[in-house]
């Protein structure tokens, strides 16, 4: 039997991973890291598709509005099912991303600032709309297999520890991967980077507990701004933290060299193998 539309469109098993980090941040990061993460999202996702939205048709204003109240209400299934009614409905993928999550970001973050909503409310409707951001992700964007296997690795922004990441990235250079290394560089810089150099898979190290907000910040942005980007995560972190991978969100955790090795071929084999059946 041929799956329909809506289903194809939407990745349940993302959905519920994200779900879950989202439950683990709330329980595990001080408020405060929560508050900037959430604000992360909300630009982040009101910003990303700006400079596109005008090829595609925009909802109404009232659609918004009506879809920002879904985002905060006490349903927390509710966001996902508007969604997936939106697809069975036949109405463009890139009106759902430009218009109706770009759309409903700006609106929370204009209700924020006028004191329409509390901040609370700006979280909740900021990790629903990352959680659906995931869950649509691979039918979305397919990124299309390169000989050279182009890589990002990256330092966590305020890591002081940059050996490991140097020396992975030598690693995987002798390996015939195509690897840009980035240290020393900040949130901002690192997700920009991503969104030009359209990275097949973004590998990140991260040495001790106080790396554990910023880094999740950091794989909270590259989904929303690069979600044709896997994340991989090594590190000292990956050990002092036995959540890391549900927590952060990250697609895999590699606690040692061989084993970053065997995920980084599982990940780039399992692009290959998504471009094939395209």
């Not at 927590?247 to 094939?276: F, Q, W």
Request: aromatic content about 6%.
């Amino acid at each position: 039997m041929m799956e329909s539309p809506a289903n194809a469109f939407f990745d349940y098993e993302a959905y519920s991973r994200a779900c879950n980090a989202v439950e683990l941040r709330q329980k595990k990061l001080p408020p405060e890291d929560v508050r900037l993460l959430s604000r992360e999202v909300i630009a982040r996702l009101a910003g990303r598709f700006t400079e596109i939205e005008s090829k595609a048709e925009t909802p109404s204003s009232e659609e918004i509005d009506a879809l920002c109240k879904i985002l905060i209400s006490d349903d927390p299934d509710a966001a996902s099912r508007y969604f997936l009614k939106l697809r069975s409905t036949d109405i463009p993928t890139d009106m759902i991303y430009m218009g109706y999550i770009a759309g409903a970001a700006r609106r929370l973050g204009e209700w924020w600032v006028s004191d329409r909503i509390h901040f609370v409310d700006v979280t909740i409707g900021a990790n629903r709309l990352y959680v659906i951001m995931r869950a649509m992700r691979p039918i979305q964007y397919a990124v299309s297999p390169s000989t050279q296997r182009p890589v990002m690795f990256a330092s966590t922004p305020g890591e002081t520890h940059t050996l490991g990441i140097t020396m992975a990235a030598d690693l995987f250079r002798d390996r015939g991967w195509e690897i840009d290394l980035r240290t020393g560089v900040s949130h901002d810089e690192i997700v920009q980077a991503a969104i030009t150099g359209r990275y097949a898979i973004i590998g990140l190290g991260a040495s001790s507990q106080p790396m554990l907000a910023p880094l999740t910040r950091l794989i909270a942005s590259l989904h929303v701004s690069s979600p044709i980007s896997s994340i991989l995560v090594s590190g000292p972190l990956a050990r002092l933290e036995p959540q890391l991978k549900e927590l952060a969100d990250a697609d895999c955790v590699a606690l040692d060299a061989p084993t970053a090795i065997e995920e980084m071929d599982r990940i780039y084999a399992e692009i290959e193998a998504r471009s094939s059946r395209a």
